[in-house]
């Protein structure tokens, strides 16, 4: 793998970033501070966690055999993690398929499953690339229940404590007669429902993209609609909702079809705009993941805008452009971490967090990327094709960035098969290709 330095800049100052992560479990090595993934993108929904990265110079990393692998059918969801059970959505023969894996051995604990097409009912275009499930699965810690979505629209909340007994369901296509998306400048694109749900307090937020409302909130344990949000137009493609803070408001940024909206989610102003922000792009392919530090918002397109942009959001003033830089990434959410943005495209690219200049650029991570900065400021970095590196922030040369390891073709397959995220908890790193196909190495 060739790496090529970029000539700008160098790291300044850092500012300490509040991280938020879920008690930690038990883990066999009482030094390691244990961390669940129990959320698309991880404790704290941003790509950051307490869990450290286990690198040790001179030794392997991760370890040089997997702890285990297995096949949980067709999809591009990722794996979450709590305590000893691993969770993960797939497609097979017809099927959508829950499973419920040992986190530590692999050893199946439970699995489950329901008929669904391998498209949804509206798909149009890129069927080589995708198929079965993509919204990864969404797990509340207080009642145990786990919500899914497929992509034709069939919502779940399952008892975990039970196997995965059904508590409640809801199609959104039928309950909420959502037809198929515009098309968007350079043609017709639909892949069904892509967007992980996302609890917050009594509420389960879905990004159901109806002309009744773009994000419904259901009463997490019973399915009963609460509210829905003011802003009315068809859903987006991306992985997932993003919750912030806007002046002390607690918020949630949504990257739809045509806009990054923000909502209100605090009592009395549920679902009311805060900002809009236009962000159309050819082909229906607003796919990143929205990323959020204070009261800003990171957005991105591989399609049409070829960037990434700053969005400042105020409750008086709505959004405002802070920044936009050409970078090339077409799956890949960024990280943020002590004023730096951090995204893997077609090269892994460090963004200075306040002027948006690239700082430098290097490696090649193909359509799809992940990232994970993990408790001892390490960069965990997983892309095409089927990639892993690990990069150390605290002494890395901006001049010449190199990674202090690369493990090339950890799981089989070409640069499409990695837009399942990586996920890092309890001393174990997960990679997943859209196939199906999960490894689980230990990292020391």
């Excluded at 070829?306 to 920044?323: F, H, I, M, N, P």
Aim: one cysteine or more.
């Amino acid at each position: 793998m060739k790496f090529r330095k970029h000539p700008h800049g160098s790291l300044s100052l850092a500012f300490l970033i509040f991280l938020a992560v879920l008690p930690s479990c038990d883990s066999a090595d009482s030094s390691r501070d244990s961390t669940d993934w129990p959320h698309w993108r991880g404790p704290a929904r941003n790509g950051h966690t307490g869990e450290i990265s286990g690198w040790k110079a001179g030794k392997p990393w991760p370890a040089k055999a997997p702890a285990w692998s297995a096949d949980v059918g067709e999809g591009s969801t990722s794996p979450l993690v709590v305590g000893d059970r691993l969770y993960v959505m797939g497609w097979a023969d017809g099927h959508d398929r829950l499973t419920c894996l040992n986190s530590t051995s692999g050893e199946p604990v439970w699995s489950l499953d329901y008929p669904e097409p391998q498209y949804p009912r509206y798909a149009k275009g890129d069927q080589k690339a995708y198929g079965g499930p993509t919204a990864t699965p969404e797990y509340d810690p207080a009642t145990g229940f786990l919500y899914t979505l497929g992509t034709n629209g069939d919502l779940f909340c399952r008892d975990t404590a039970k196997e995965g007994r059904e508590v409640w369901r809801l199609n959104l296509y039928d309950a909420y007669h959502v037809p198929q998306r515009p098309k968007t400048g350079g043609g017709l694109r639909d892949y069904g429902y892509t967007t992980a749900p996302l609890v917050w307090g009594k509420w389960l937020l879905v990004e159901v993209g109806s002309e009744y409302g773009t994000v419904i909130a259901f009463n997490k344990q019973t399915g009963q609609e609460v509210w829905k949000s003011e802003y009315h137009n068809p859903a987006g493609h991306t992985g997932g909702m993003t919750p912030l803070t806007v002046d002390g408001v607690p918020c949630v940024a949504v990257l739809t079809l045509y806009d990054l909206v923000v909502l209100r989610l605090d009592p009395g102003h549920e679902g009311k705009t805060v900002a809009v922000f236009p962000w159309k792009t050819d082909w229906a392919n607003n796919i990143l993941t929205p990323t959020a530090e204070g009261r800003s918002v990171i957005i991105g397109a591989y399609h049409t805008h070829q960037s990434y942009c700053r969005v400042d959001v105020s409750l008086e003033t709505g959004a405002t452009k802070a920044w936009e830089t050409q970078v090339l990434s077409h799956v890949g959410s960024p990280v943020i971490h002590q004023e730096r943005v951090y995204i893997a495209g077609r090269q892994l690219s460090c963004l200075d967090w306040n002027s948006g200049e690239i700082l430098w650029e290097t490696g090649a991570w193909g359509n799809g990327g992940s990232l994970i900065v993990t408790g001892d400021g390490k960069l965990v970095v997983f892309g095409g094709p089927n990639n892993l590196a690990l990069f150390d922030l605290n002494e890395l040369d901006p001049k010449d960035p190199k990674p202090l390891t690369v493990r090339e073709q950890v799981l089989p397959g070409d640069h499409w098969d990695s837009w399942p995220h990586v996920a890092l908890a309890n001393g174990r790193i997960y990679c997943k290709n859209r196939q199906g196909r999960i490894v689980a190495f230990e990292v020391p």
